[in-house]
C-alpha cells in the first residue's frame, strides 16, 4: 500500500515562509515526476510546480520565485519551500506522485490527503 503524506501546512502572515514535506512510503518501487498541487474553496485544483525524476522543476507563473521545489531521493520525500506568501496562496496543498509500486507495475498517479495553508493579511 502506497502512502503519500504532507505536513508542514499552518498559518502565516503575508511575507512570512513556510515549508512543505510529502513522504512517499509503502510498497514502491520506483518514483517518476512528483509534484505540488492546491486548491482553494470554490476553485479548482491547480499546479503549483512539480520536479522529475531527473531534477528538471516547472513552476505556476504565480509562484516562480518564490516557492522552491526540490527532492531527497533517498528518502523519497519532496519538499516546497514557500517565501514571501501572500494571502492569495491559501489553499489545501496537496502532495502527487507518478509511481510504480513493484517492478511488475505500471506507473500510476497517487495523492495525499492535502495541507491546509493560510496566508493572513
Known amino acids: 500500500q502506497v502512502q503519500l503524506v504532507e505536513s508542514g501546512g499552518g498559518l502565516v502572515q503575508a511575507g512570512g515562509s513556510l515549508r512543505l514535506s510529502c513522504e512517499a512510503s509503502?510498497?514502491?518501487?520506483?518514483?517518476?515526476?512528483m509534484g505540488w498541487y492546491r486548491q482553494a474553496p470554490e476553485n479548482q485544483r491547480e499546479l503549483v510546480a512539480t520536479?522529475?525524476?531527473?531534477?528538471?522543476?516547472n513552476y505556476a507563473d504565480s509562484v516562480k520565485g518564490r516557492f522552491t521545489i526540490s527532492r531527497d531521493y533517498a528518502k523519497n520525500t519532496m519538499y516546497l519551500q514557500m517565501n514571501s506568501l501572500k494571502p492569495e496562496d491559501t489553499a489545501v496543498y496537496y502532495c502527487?506522485?507518478?509511481?510504480?509500486?513493484?517492478?511488475?507495475?505500471?506507473?500510476?498517479?497517487?495523492w495525499g490527503q492535502g495541507t491546509q495553508v493560510t496566508v493572513s493579511s
Open positions: 502527487n506522485a507518478y509511481l510504480s509500486p513493484h517492478w511488475y507495475s505500471s506507473t500510476s498517479s497517487y
Open positions: 520536479i522529475t525524476l531527473g531534477g528538471s522543476t
Open positions: 509503502g510498497s514502491i518501487f520506483s518514483i517518476n515526476t
